[in-house]
């Protein structure tokens, strides 16, 4: 082989080479999307979470975030229970209508979004915050029944995180001895608890739903928080589902009303 023939040799491989490493750079810097499983230690307990990434995920734009809390039904250790209902629920239906990244924390059996579990949540949601491109003004709080009770539990701690609030069937104070934790909402009896959480949330875009029938959760919860909030904060709203049960979710998540409401606020 000629000298010069070599040196071709060497140029074509060495530009094969160069090539199969840009493709497999390529590759490894694709981020993977759907629905992702993620972990997160509080107190030596590891809480499994998911983690929705839309499929047209780019780390160029700034993505806005939702932590959604699920109801009791969706209590588990498994980490994937809680995608089934309400707002995953839909996504997985049409992935068009939530253009965010989605945080879905799982709380264990017999345990409630308060005290560790709720850590967890807030864990989650850091960690998420870090892991992606995401907009720090654009982070929303949304849960169903038992979650709905765990937004007014974290919304009223950790306000200034969240650019809106949106609790469907939830409530402030317990109305039963199983629903009784340890850590309640906000401090204070039957008429103050709903007046110290309005107070916390008085700058906050918070929309609050509940079906008129709910046979679950009693709807006055919803109306006194509603009339509470409506006093001091005139970007509070209520929304009542009229002829509706406990389950005014799939309503509310299927609101291009709604959903126009949330992506809209943002802190300022």
Not at 9 to 36: N, P, R
Not at 103 to 116: E, F, K, L
């Amino acid at each position: 082989m000629t000298q010069w023939k070599r040196g071709m040799l060497s140029i074509l491989i060495g530009g094969c080479m160069l090539s199969a490493g840009l493709q497999t750079t390529d590759a490894q810097s694709k981020v993977e999307t759907g629905f992702l499983n993620r972990t997160v230690d509080v107190k030596g307990a590891t809480y499994k979470y998911q983690v929705y990434v839309p499929a047209d995920y780019a780390s160029s734009q700034k993505w806005p975030v939702i932590l959604f809390l699920h109801g009791a039904g969706e209590r588990g250790k498994d980490g994937l229970l809680q995608t089934q209902v309400g707002l995953p629920a839909v996504i997985r239906g049409d992935v068009k209508k939530y253009p965010a990244i989605v945080v879905m924390p799982q709380v264990p059996p017999d345990s409630m979004w308060n005290g560790a579990p709720a850590q967890a949540a807030m864990l989650a949601l850091e960690t998420t915050l870090k892991e992606y491109a995401t907009d720090a003004d654009r982070v929303y709080l949304t849960g169903l029944s038992m979650g709905g009770n765990g937004s007014f539990y974290l919304g009223y701690r950790y306000a200034e995180k969240f650019a809106a609030v949106a609790p469907i069937c939830g409530w402030i104070t317990p109305w039963a001895e199983r629903w009784r934790p340890v850590d309640v909402v906000a401090p204070g009896d039957e008429s103050t608890a709903f007046e110290r959480m309005a107070e916390k949330l008085a700058k906050t875009p918070v929309w609050i739903f509940h079906g008129e029938m709910d046979p679950v959760v009693p709807v006055e919860q919803s109306r006194k928080a509603a009339e509470a909030l409506m006093k001091i904060n005139p970007l509070a709203k209520y929304t009542e589902v009229a002829g509706v049960g406990h389950n005014s979710w799939d309503n509310t998540y299927n609101s291009g009303s709604f959903i126009a409401w949330l992506f809209a606020q943002k802190k300022h």
